[in-house]
């Protein structure tokens, strides 16, 4: 079993950053595959990023070249560097974790999520 809390949310202007972090407990991330999710108001949860293996990235068109995933293996954490933050990009953010590489990208095939955590961008 693994428990997932993220943090670092907030509320922020166009252009700014934030970082978010996702503790996990009961056992390690790096045996997972990590994803982060996004789902905004009224819309389906949509996949932002993850992260698996020697540190191979996926990432979203809509944020490629603005959003990071890391690990940081020491903490058991695994993080997502937002940077130039835009209005479309509000939503609550979730961590989850799946036991597989394969379809990285779909929500319904991962096995452990977190409560996420809101992230607001005013224009």
């Known amino acids: 079993q693994v428990r997932l809390v993220e943090s670092g949310g907030g509320l922020v202007q166009a252009g700014a950053s934030l970082r978010l972090s996702c503790a996990a407990s009961?056992?390690?991330?790096?045996?997972?595959?990590m994803g982060w999710f996004r789902q905004a108001s009224g819309k389906e949860r949509e996949f932002v990023a993850a992260?698996?293996?020697?540190?191979?990235?996926l990432y979203s068109n809509s944020v490629k070249g603005r959003f990071t995933i890391g690990r940081d293996n020491a903490k058991n954490t695994v993080t997502l560097q937002m940077n130039s933050l835009e209005p479309e990009d509000t939503a609550v953010y979730y961590c989850a974790a799946k036991s597989t590489v394969r379809h990285l990208d779909s929500f319904g095939e991962y096995d452990y999520w977190g409560q996420g955590t809101q992230v607001t961008v005013s224009s």
């Open positions: 992260l698996w293996g020697d540190y191979r990235t």
């Open positions: 009961g056992r390690t991330t790096s045996a997972f595959a």
